[in-house]
């Protein structure tokens, strides 16, 4: 585990010690999923091999067409308006740090991170706009609306950014 | 004649005198005249400028509450303590709460922060399993969000200074100026500055008793002698000392006066730290903000500035007792109160918390963080004079979890060979936003000494490796997660002639695996080789992009983790792997607010997207199989399956280094066991630091892991014999993620069955 005082590898080779190989156990291909019997009964066995909990519902969850704001739970909702007042207002740092504590109780709520892009913006950080945007991306599957409007807002990061040809990309994904 | 003749000598002696008289006393007068305006000149530049600097405070993350909210009545309550909220049978004012079954009844105290005034209300909080069920409060039956004042967790001392939290005088509790003008200064409101009444008064009572009872001295002379002089005992200081407070009498009113003594007495001394006026002293000697102070604790107080060593509270506890009950007895005696509520206040007890956890940290190590922090963006100065509040993501509730689980699991090895030289460290972050919201430096709670979370830089073993199958993993033409590798030995020759051997940690060779399984195993012959196939350089680009700043030399060595890491550097790289590949710097501080509450700083989330999702959500579903079926396993004898955890081990030579880094949806936590000697321990990554790890999930109670799926990802049935394609009914079919593309070729499918036999020779080799 101590580094070792040669470099990049120079050439790979079977160990010397043919016997290692020999008496090595048959080549058994391990199962990728153990057989029935073999897993206790209480976890759910859908139709992801593990325990792990089938990644479909997080796309079921979310489906709806426009993303609107009575989606939202109350927190969050009462969060973005507060930070819609302070934005409104001129607060831009004020209205970052609402939506930063909306963020805090629904990380995975788009809309969220869709308006605290749209501060970014506004505060000349074009970059983080389009991070933020791109990460709400990934999380607004099924929602055509806000995706339109996030590949929107990726095209006026872009263009602040002066990247153009980006901006006519993402502007086509906004459209489509 | 002669009697004028003799006349004459006299009175031109006492011409003489009385010239002299008149000129000295001119000259007196000029000097005094010149005293007065240089005193003067002091007393304004003192008390019109800023009268006190103020070391900064450092604040914990204020809890929030809205419905559906993960919080059990039992952290609730042990916050509100620890906020120093008192349990009343009904609530009446801030700082009070009731409690019924499932629901907490509270005055909150409201507070300034970063976006805004959090107003004090009541409101009423009702819980449901873990969780808060919903809140109201007593204008809105339906309130959507509401959030406690934070807690404080420290301060930004220099190594010997005065600490203060300033007061308005309309913030002093009842009967607080009554009390000390009662005992200290009866006729304040009446004099100029000094009273030849209680001089005499002093003189009076000294004489008669045989002793210095009395100072006589009027509460602005005492403000004058602890602003400007020294504490030597002579005629001069007591003339200055009157002259001065004259001035000051002049120069500004009683209410002004009076404010600036409420904030500047001295109460009490914490280690290097002296504790200044009424703020301070009642959030150290009762954790309650001083307008919620009752009588008896007034009087407590008013009583210690005769003598704040001599009557400590917490060392002294029935002197301190006395003087308050002969306090009570004066303020009943001069009718400030009536002889009813002074023997009340009679019957309290002292009531003083246990300790003053202000200033001797709680949570060294978190603050440390914080400390490095904001001296890159200020100055010493700024931090310890001018009372910046800096707000931060601690959350205390997890970091008591924290502690507990390191304690707990370290008191179970106790007895193993080299057990109690171990030490632990630990941090615990939230993987979307990148907050740090807990810290340990050592298996020590409260203990400030060497952070090892910061500073412990330990070879970091198999931690290592989901850096080489993300790097695999991104080419998604060569490598899937069911690519097959060899498990076998092989030796590499580096430039200077030396081989590198590596070894499986139980010398074991496991033949052909899919590559999942060698991350999940954590087996290092296939591991090293996937390595090496796509080149050290290959993987350390990678281990920079997850936001590791560590020159590293592309030694193979490498690969399996003899490069040295600290915890919170491993938590900064596995942050991005839990994140869907966006690298978010680790923060501890949102924001800074000057001392009157104006927004200062801000440390904005901040998010870069660092790799293809697809890639990484292939790594985090490995990583889940690390704690499904391979080295992480036992997590789940603690833990639901349901939880969906994903993480790795790590062990190196000799388990010098006990590693466990992983994460759900809402919580990441690394921990590091090892000797402070770098000396053998019995403790593999399993078996000590994943320990700790489920142990403090267990306590933590966190979100399952729910991956949102990448749109380039696609689920593939397969035969888990071949890794060949095939169709859902088949005997051994089972579904993998791939990215788009890289699913493998189908087989042929399930038209002849394979023979049970066969099925069964695997499940051996995977029992095995």
């Known amino acids: 585990m101590v580094p070792q005082a040669s470099s990049v590898p120079l050439q790979t080779f079977p160990a010397p010690d043919s016997s290692a190989i020999s008496t090595a156990p048959p080549i058994t291909m391990a199962p990728v999923t153990p057989d029935n019997t073999n897993v206790p009964q209480n976890i759910p066995q859908p139709s992801v091999p593990t325990g792990i909990p089938p990644t479909t519902t997080s796309s079921n969850r979310s489906s709806g067409t426009l993303a609107a704001d009575e989606q939202l739970d109350g927190p969050v909702l009462a969060l973005l308006t507060t930070a819609q007042r302070q934005q409104g207002g001129g607060d831009l740092n004020g209205a970052a740090s609402s939506l930063e504590r909306a963020q805090r109780i629904a990380p995975r709520e788009p809309q969220v991170l869709y308006r605290l892009a749209q501060v970014r913006l506004d505060q000349g950080d074009a970059a983080q706009a389009e991070q933020l945007s791109r990460r709400a991306l990934s999380y607004s599957a099924g929602r055509p609306a806000l995706q339109a409007n996030l590949w929107e807002l990726i095209a006026k990061a872009r263009e602040k950014q002066g990247d153009a040809a980006g901006a006519a990309q993402a502007r086509q994904r906004a459209g489509g | ?768």
């Open chain 2, 1 to 768: 004649m002669t009697s004028r003749k003799r006349s004459n000598p006299r009175t031109s002696y006492i011409r003489n005198v009385l010239g002299w008289l008149i000129k000295l006393s001119l000259v007196g007068l000029v000097v005094l005249a010149g005293f007065a305006v240089y005193f003067d000149s002091i007393i304004q530049e003192k008390f019109s400028g800023r009268r006190w600097t103020i070391p900064a405070k450092v604040y914990a993350r204020p809890l929030e509450l809205f419905a559906g909210q993960k919080l059990t009545q039992r952290d609730f309550l042990a916050e509100l303590d620890a906020l120093g909220y008192r349990r009343q049978g009904k609530v009446s004012g801030p700082g009070e709460i009731s409690v019924a079954s499932n629901r907490v009844e509270l005055n909150t105290r409201g507070f300034q922060f970063f976006d805004g005034a959090e107003p004090a209300r009541r409101l009423q909080v009702r819980f449901s399993g873990d969780s808060v069920a919903g809140l109201s409060s007593a204008a809105d039956s339906n309130l959507a969000v509401a959030r406690l004042e934070p807690m404080m967790i420290g301060g930004i001392y220099p190594a010997h200074n005065e600490d203060r939290i300033l007061i308005r005088l309309d913030q002093a509790p009842p009967h607080l100026v009554d009390t000390l003008v009662a005992v200290e200064d009866r006729d304040f409101f009446e004099h100029f500055g000094v009273s030849p009444k209680s001089i005499l008064r002093a003189l009076w009572v000294n004489a008669s008793s045989g002793r210095l009872v009395q100072g006589g001295s009027t509460l602005t002379q005492q403000l004058v002698k602890n602003f400007y002089l020294t504490n030597e005992r002579s005629l001069t200081r007591k003339a200055t000392e009157a002259m001065m407070a004259v001035l000051l009498e002049l120069h500004y009113d009683k209410q002004e006066i009076l404010e600036s003594y409420l904030n500047e007495v001295f109460l009490g001394q914490d280690g290097n730290r002296a504790i200044h006026g009424f703020g301070l002293a009642s959030q150290y000697f009762f954790n309650v903000p001083l307008n919620e102070l009752k009588l008896h604790q007034v009087a407590l107080l008013v009583g210690m500035v005769k003598g704040p060593t001599y009557y400590n509270p917490r060392r002294y506890p029935e002197r301190a007792l006395q003087r308050r009950n002969l306090i009570l007895d004066l303020l009943a005696e001069l009718q400030v109160v009536s002889p009813e509520v002074a023997a009340k206040a009679k019957e309290q007890p002292l009531g003083v918390t246990q300790s003053g956890t202000l200033a001797n940290t709680s949570f060294p190590a978190f603050t440390d963080l914080v400390k490095r922090q904001l001296r890159e963006d200020y100055r010493e100065e700024d931090l310890t004079e001018e009372g910046l509040r800096v707000f931060t993501s601690f959350d205390p509730i997890l970091q008591l979890k924290a502690e507990k689980a390191m304690s707990e699991t370290l008191k179970r090895f106790d007895g193993r060979a080299g057990s109690a030289q171990v030490e632990g460290s630990m941090v615990v972050t939230n993987p979307e936003t990148g907050e740090v919201l807990a810290m340990l430096g050592g298996r020590e709670p409260g203990y400030a000494g060497f952070n090892r979370a910061l500073d412990a830089v330990r070879p970091i073993g198999s931690l290592i490796k989901p850096a080489i199958y993300l790097t695999a993993l991104e080419r998604p033409a060569s490598y899937t997660l069911t690519s097959v590798l060899a498990d076998e030995p092989f030796s590499v020759k580096g430039v200077d002639g030396k081989i590198w051997k590596p070894q499986n940690y139980d010398h074991k060779i496991h033949g052909s695996v899919y590559l999942y399984q060698a991350l999940a195993h954590s087996y290092n012959l296939s591991t090293a080789r996937l390595g090496l196939e796509i080149g050290v350089p290959a993987v350390l680009k990678t281990l920079q992009r997850l936001g590791i700043e560590r020159d590293w030399p592309a030694y193979p060595s490498i690969l399996l983790g003899a490069g040295a890491l600290t915890p919170v550097e491993v938590a900064g790289m596995y942050q991005t792997l839990a994140n869907g590949g966006f690298n978010t710097p680790l923060r501890g501080i949102r924001s800074v607010l000057t001392a009157d509450g104006e927004p200062l700083k801000r440390y904005p989330f901040q998010i870069q997207q660092r790799f293809d999702a697809g890639a990484i959500y292939l790594t985090q579903y490995a990583m889940q199989r690390v704690m499904y079926e391979g080295t992480g396993r036992s997590a789940y004898n603690k833990l639901p399956k349901s939880l969906g955890l994903a993480g790795k081990t790590g062990t190196t030579n000799d388990s010098r280094d006990s590693w466990f880094a992983g994460f759900t949806q809402d919580l990441l936590a690394v921990v590091w066991l090892g000797r402070d000697d770098n000396g053998k321990t019995s403790l593999t990554g399993a078996t000590g630091a994943l320990q700790v790890w489920s142990d403090f999930m267990y306590r933590a109670s966190p979100l399952p892991l729910d991956m949102p799926e990448p749109g380039n990802i696609g689920h593939t049935w397969i035969d888990a014999n071949s890794g060949l394609g095939t169709e859902a009914n088949c005997p051994g079919a089972v579904q993998m993620p791939y990215i788009r593309g890289s699913e493998p070729t189908p087989g042929p499918g399930c038209g002849p069955q394979a023979p049970p036999g066969q099925v069964m020779d695997w499940v051996r080799g995977w029992l095995q």
